[in-house]
């Protein structure tokens, strides 16, 4: 059983930046996929961002060019970095990882954007 757990939200005032982090309790090499998906309060979940086992990276047309999705394999660990943050950005967000084609997901973490 792999265990994910967020860490890094909070309150930000918009155009402010977060790092988002999440610790895997496994090797995260060897997963085939890790990624972040955020939900709004009444919204449904949504992909944000996706990083490949060799290091690909893609992204949520609503976040490209503000965000960056990165992971430390050493350390277990997978990022996002969130700048430029808008009203619009705030939602719980979740990491996701899948090793042999099974999902984990993380317990979420809250990004309030406001003044």
């Known amino acids: 059983q792999v265990q994910l757990v967020e860490s890094g939200g909070g309150l930000v005032q918009p155009g402010g930046s977060l790092r988002l982090s999440c610790s895997a309790s496994?090797?995260?090499?060897?997963?085939?996929?890790m990624g972040w998906y955020r939900q709004a309060p009444g919204k449904q979940r949504e992909w944000v961002a996706t990083i490949l086992s060799r290091g690909s990276t893609n992204y949520a047309d609503s976040v490209k060019g503000r965000f960056t999705i990165s992971k430390d394999n050493f350390n277990r660990t997978m990022y996002l970095q969130m700048n430029s943050l808008k009203p619009d950005d705030t939602a719980v967000y979740y990491c996701?990882?899948?090793?042999?084609?099974?999902?984990?997901w993380g317990q979420g973490t809250q990004v309030t954007v406001s003044s």
């Open positions: 496994t090797t995260i090499s060897s997963a085939n996929v």
């Open positions: 996701k990882g899948s090793w042999f084609y099974r999902d984990y």
